[in-house]
T-cell receptor
Framework: AQSVTQLDSQVPVFEEAPVELRCNYS??????LFWYVQYPNQGLQLLLK??????LVKGINGFEAEFNKSQTSFHLRKPSVHISDTAEYFC??????????FGTGTLLAVQP | DTAVSQTPKYLVTQMGNDKSIKCEQN?????MYWYKQDSKKFLKIMFS???????INETVPNRFSPKSPDKAHLNLHINSLELGDSAVYFC???????????FGSGTRLTVV
């Protein structure tokens, strides 16, 4: 079975600073990895996905993530955050069962 | 033009009532899902239908019954509502080979 761990429940950061949101997964088979963003009182929006190929994946809104198979990680990064990036970020994994399994989420709190 | 739409957006009801949430997708996807997001923002899959056939049925009370009249619609009916059913319910869809899910904006159910 697959699982996802997001160790940080909340990450405070100042505007224009870089940020990294951590995600680790476990699976006995090949997986597909995703990051979703949820703005307050809204649905989930796909930021980026890793299916295969290049381990550095670029997404929307200036975010990128790097797949590291040896460390079973898929950390999300942005070089300079804005106030508008304040949201809940979810890492998710999809494996052989075709179920999308989510982590517990990380609240990115951008402060002026 | 909304890709995955859910109605209603908000639902407040008393314990013991029966209610339904409707979901429609216009993406031509062949698989639809229901997820529950609890008060701690944890997202858990409940059901999945592929071309009107139930393919995922997680450990959910049998008071919850999904129905898919066609591959563009997936409704969720809940009998004898309980306080613990209060949550945000998300509908999603995906297409074989696409791997990512497209989510609706959610239905906030409050049982009083």
């Amino acid at each position: 079975a697959q699982s996802v761990t997001q160790l940080d429940s909340q990450v405070p950061v100042f505007e224009e600073a870089p940020v990294e949101l951590r995600c680790n997964y476990s699976s006995s088979v090949s997986v597909y990895l995703f990051w979703y963003v949820q703005y307050p009182n809204q649905g989930l929006q796909l930021l980026l996905k890793y299916l295969s190929g290049s381990t550095l994946v670029k997404g929307i809104n200036g975010f990128e993530a790097e797949f590291n198979k040896s460390q079973t990680s898929f950390h999300l990064r942005k070089p300079s955050v804005h106030i508008s990036d304040t949201a809940e970020y979810f890492c998710a994994v999809r494996g052989a069962t075709n179920k999308l399994i989510f982590g517990t989420g990380t609240l990115l709190a951008v402060q002026p | 033009d909304t890709a995955v739409s859910q109605t209603p957006k908000y639902l407040v009801t008393q314990m013991g009532n029966d209610k339904s949430i409707k979901c429609e997708q216009n993406l031509g996807h062949d698989t639809m899902y229901w997820y529950k997001q609890d008060s701690k923002k944890f997202l858990k899959i409940m059901f999945s239908y592929n071309n009107k056939e139930l393919i995922i049925n997680e450990t959910v009370p049998n008071r919850f019954s999904p129905k898919s009249p066609d591959k563009a619609h997936l409704n969720l009916h809940i009998n004898s509502l309980e306080l613990g059913d209060s949550a945000v319910y998300f509908c999603a869809s995906s297409q074989v080979g696409n791997y990512g899910y497209t989510f609706g904006s959610g239905t906030r159910l409050t049982v009083v």
